[in-house]
């Protein structure tokens, strides 16, 4: 049962809380948060909200329109586990104060309308998102940028470029390095000792267990130096966008437990395998799985490859809000599992979208899109991938013909035929300008979000990483 208002107060004090934090998301998909003492937060907070600066937030307002209100959604009430004192934390939709209307950039209220707009149509009364997001679990991160240098430095005690190194368990010990690395691109997935850091998955399993976030397997993946996976239990659209902030708050907090730092960059190691966030999804329409038909390919309904169809077609505009970074495109080339290629399959992971075949059942027919990664705000890129189905099944397009074979194996002739995956973000911002009157349908994303999207997208990522030189110039043009 979902709480209420005073099912929260009430939790406050059998709980003995002492502090109240509320947190909201900003456009990009940083979750912000401030706190507020427990002896000042009444039932009242529910429908009167609680102001702050939003010109201080990526994305939001203009100086001279700052004030606004967060309205607390009791249903996302749990209490931290990372805390020092009991502390109730509440996610919050984002309200203008003097229209009195939901904020239209809050990525939160894209997802609430999403799912409304789903309804509205009639296909389905449901859309599940189940994530994977893989990430980094590293001992040193290090990085700068002035005028006249510009560096990092990343490191892991499970790197194979540390197969070498002379390594000091203790102070006092001598030189020892107990000699297992993962190998590149063979981290998936041996067992201990070679996985170094399979108590600390475990430990976030358990972490995010104790704030209702369901898990279904953790493991290693394939790149060295800490690449992980953890996969949470699909849920509804909105609700999944939350567990996505919340999953990314306790892999952190928990590798700080341990003197470690997490990263969900798509692509912090050179020539290894990047960090994806594939995305299963499915219509339900009451008990029906709209995705099912027994006996077609993959055992798939009309309106499932209609949905594919318009993942497909619409995929170019997509990626500006599933891999929407300039290292998403690191990641997004051939040779490391990428799914660059825009074509379909059953169990052929190569492909921008996937259809699993573990089982044959209704209940678990689902397609996975493999093109996302975790640097996504998930409010925005899966409401934007329901938006793009949607638009497939209404309009009925049929994608290419599934394709089953190794498409890195294939014939220059024949893959020329394969469409591509766009290499880069501004490629993807050029193509979200001219596709995205699907996304407008329902008022669900806004002509002025999408706009403020491609402005922030260009300047302050793409011309940021455009203009500074790149240490690898040094190397390949100093001596000109």
């Keep these: 049962m979902k709480m209420k208002a005073n099912d929260v107060v009430q939790l406050i004090k059998e709980k003995k809380v002492k502090a109240v934090d ?18 000042e937060f009444s039932a009242d ?26 309205m607390p959604d009791p249903a996302t009430a749990f209490l931290d586990p990372f805390a020092t004192v009991p502390t109730v934390v509440l996610i919050c939709t984002v309200k203008d104060p003097v229209t009195g209307l939901a904020y239209s950039r809050d990525p939160r209220y894209v997802a609430i309308k999403a799912e409304n707009y789903l309804k509205s149509t009639g296909i389905a009364d449901t859309a599940y998102f189940g994530p994977e997001p893989e990430f980094f679990i590293l001992d040193d991160v290090r990085f700068g940028q002035s005028y006249n240098h510009g560096f990092y430095y ?28 993962m190998r590149y691109k063979e981290g998936y997935f041996p067992v201990p ?7 600390i998955r475990t430990e976030m399993m358990l972490a995010l267990e104790e704030i209702g976030i369901d898990v279904e397997v953790h493991h290693h993946e394939v790149a060295t130096a800490g690449q992980c996976e953890i996969d949470m239990r699909f849920d509804s659209l909105t609700s999944m966008g939350d567990k996505l902030l919340k999953f990314k708050y306790v892999i952190k907090n928990v590798a700080r437990r341990h003197n470690k730092t997490v990263t969900l960059m798509p692509k912090p190691i050179f020539q290894d395998n990047g960090s994806g966030m594939h995305v299963h999804q499915s219509l339900w329409k009451g008990k029906k799985n709209v995705f099912f038909e027994k006996g077609t390919y993959a055992d798939l309904s009309k309106n499932a490859v209609y949905y594919i169809g318009g993942i497909l077609k619409h995929a170019p505009a997509l990626l500006a809000f599933c891999a929407p970074t300039t290292n998403s495109y690191r ?23 996937r259809i699993p075949l573990y089982s044959r059942s209704e209940k678990s027919k689902r397609v996975e899109v493999r ?63 001219n596709d995205h009157e699907f996304l407008l349908k329902g008022d669900v994303f806004t002509p002025d979000l999408i706009e403020m999207w491609l402005d922030y997208k260009r300047t302050k990522e793409v011309d940021a990483i455009r203009l500074r030189p790149h240490p690898w110039e040094f190397a390949l043009y100093f001596d000109i």
Aim: aromatic content about 10%.
């Design 22 to 39: 509320v947190r909201f998301v900003d456009l990009p998909g940083l979750w912000q948060h401030f706190t507020v003492s427990a002896r």
């Design 45 to 70: 907070a529910f429908e009167e909200g609680l102001g702050f600066d939003g010109s201080s937030i990526r994305g939001f307002q203009a100086i001279q329109e700052s004030d606004m209100l967060l």
């Design 154 to 181: 990343i490191d892991s005690s499970e790197g194979f470029w540390n197969s070498g190194r002379e390594e000091r368990p203790a102070a006092s010990a001598p030189s020892q390095n107990p000699g297992y690395k």
């Design 193 to 199: 000792p070679m996985d170094s850091i399979q108590d």
């Design 331 to 353: 990641r997004l080339v051939p040779g490391y599992e990428a799914p660059i290629n825009l074509v379909y399959s059953q169990r052929n992971r190569s492909a921008a979208v």
């Design 371 to 433: 093109f996302p990664d975790a640097a996504a705000n998930g409010y925005l890129a899966f409401s934007a991938m329901l938006m793009a189905g949607l638009d497939g099944i209404q309009k009925k397009i049929t994608p290419p013909a599934p394709m089953d074979k190794d498409l890195y194996d294939l014939p220059a002739e024949d893959l020329a035929k394969v469409a591509k995956a766009p290499g880069s973000l501004n490629e993807v911002l050029d193509a979200l300008e």
